[in-house]
């Protein structure tokens, strides 16, 4: 029997002065609000989305690179209304059809965090 219950974040990183533009992406664009995060954190910089269970923590690291390999997969009600969403706010997206089972598609966040959007098909 597993004692594991679900995973309660994603962490991805970010350089210093990022928050704008996260903010902008996964609030403006993704759609997750911005939570909080608790002050003892909040002084350490770096900014948290929710929305649907979902949660991804922006932590601000010291000579940043980007996740272009290790990603989140997250699951998305409309995957060509969300591809349509990043291309019109000048995201590049990149399909892939290899996963049985789920459309899905590959986005960087604006650091150049890799993500993965995926649906399952009917």
């Known amino acids: 029997m597993t004692l594991l219950a679900g995973i309660h974040h994603v962490q991805l990183a970010a350089p210093h002065g990022a928050e704008a533009r996260m903010r902008d992406f996964y609030v403006g664009i993704l759609g997750l609000a911005?939570?909080?995060?608790p002050p003892v954190l909040a002084a350490r910089g770096g900014i948290w989305f929710a929305a649907q269970g979902i949660q991804i923590h922006i932590g601000v690291e010291d000579?940043?690179?980007?996740a272009r390999k290790a990603h989140p997969g997250?699951?998305?009600?409309?995957?060509g209304a969300m591809a349509q969403r990043l291309r019109a706010a000048g995201h590049e997206i990149r399909p892939d059809d290899l996963l049985p089972g789920f459309r899905r598609f590959y986005v960087d966040d604006p650091v150049g965090n890799r993500l993965e959007l995926l649906e399952p098909v009917a």
């Open 63 to 66: 000579g940043f690179r980007p």
């Open 74 to 79: 997250i699951l998305v009600r409309d995957l």
């Open 34 to 37: 911005e939570v909080p995060k």
